[in-house]
Nanobody, 122 residues
Framework: VQLQASGGGLVQAGGSLRVSCVASGRTFSNYGMGWFRKPPGKEREFVAKISRSGGSTSYADSVKGRFTISRDNANHTVYLQMNSLKPEDTAVYYC????????????????WGQGTLVTVSS
């Protein structure tokens, strides 16, 4: 599976942004998907995950109520809608795919996208 993330950019605090990740190569609906992020100078961390069908989602406490993960299996795409953005959301955002169910843990994922930079100005 090849993953291509896009949609990052510069946004003011309080604004919104949607990042996308398109998968190619194998049956997308076989994969649980996750979004992770790496803030400047920090370790990469879990943001959100979604089951293969899209019927189950989970979020980090830091983004709960502000971010929404979704997927379109017909178009092999997973999205992360980010609202009420804060400067601390500034990071490189990565999508990841896991053969089987989604997971909170980075080490469980089989494939990674290249990342897309989101910068939130104060």
């Amino acid at each position: 599976v090849q993953l291509q993330a896009s949609g990052g950019g510069l946004v003011q605090a309080g604004g919104s942004l949607r990042v996308s990740c398109v998968a190619s190569g194998r049956t997308f609906s076989n994969y649980g998907m996750g979004w992770f992020r790496k803030p400047p100078g920090k370790e990469r961390e879990f943001v959100a995950k979604i089951s293969r069908s899209g019927g189950s989602t989970s979020y980090a406490d830091s983004v709960k109520g502000r971010f929404t993960i979704s997927r379109d299996n017909a178009n092999h795409t997973v999205y992360l809608q980010m609202n009420s953005l804060k400067p601390e959301d500034t990071a490189v955002y990565y999508c990841a795919a896991r053969d089987g169910g989604s997971s909170w843990f980075q080490s469980d994922y089989d494939y990674w996208g290249q990342g897309t930079l989101v910068t939130v100005s104060s």
